[in-house]
């Protein structure tokens, strides 16, 4: 499986953007995708997952409100709406899959096996 991130970019804080995450598998049935995010200096950190078998999504409580996970089955994408962003929110986002997860497991980075590249997202107050 490979992952394409992307929509990073600079905004000002209150500001949206969008990222989106577009997968080369066919078949996601059993697939949690999941976006982390890591700033300069601190651990890759979990922000949401998307359970594709059933549409369930799962948030950190720090973006819980203001980020929304959901996919497009005709695209093999998994968008991460992102509004009013802090400039706290500023890191490197990642998307991540894998077809082996358990829920307790889906906040942990290492529990993946698929990355993408990673999209810079920088929120200036």
């Known amino acids: 499986v490979q992952l394409q991130a992307s929509g990073g970019g600079l905004v000002q804080a209150g500001g949206s953007l969008r990222l989106s995450c577009t997968a080369s598998?066919?078949?996601?049935?059993?697939?949690?995708m999941s976006w982390f995010r890591q700033a300069p200096g601190e651990q890759r950190e979990f922000v949401a997952a998307y359970n594709w078998n059933g549409g369930s999504t799962y948030y950190a409580d720090s973006v819980k409100g203001r980020f929304t996970i959901s996919r497009d089955n005709a695209k093999n994408t998994v968008y991460l709406q992102m509004n009013n962003l802090k400039p706290e929110d500023t890191a490197v986002y990642y998307c991540?899959?894998?077809?082996?997860?358990?829920?307790?497991?889906?906040?942990?980075?290492?529990?993946?096996?698929?990355w993408g590249q990673g999209t810079q997202v920088t929120v200036s107050s």
């Open positions: 991540a899959a894998d077809s082996r997860l358990i829920l307790s497991s889906i906040r942990y980075a290492e529990q993946y096996d698929y």
């Open positions: 598998a066919r078949t996601f049935s059993r697939f949690f």
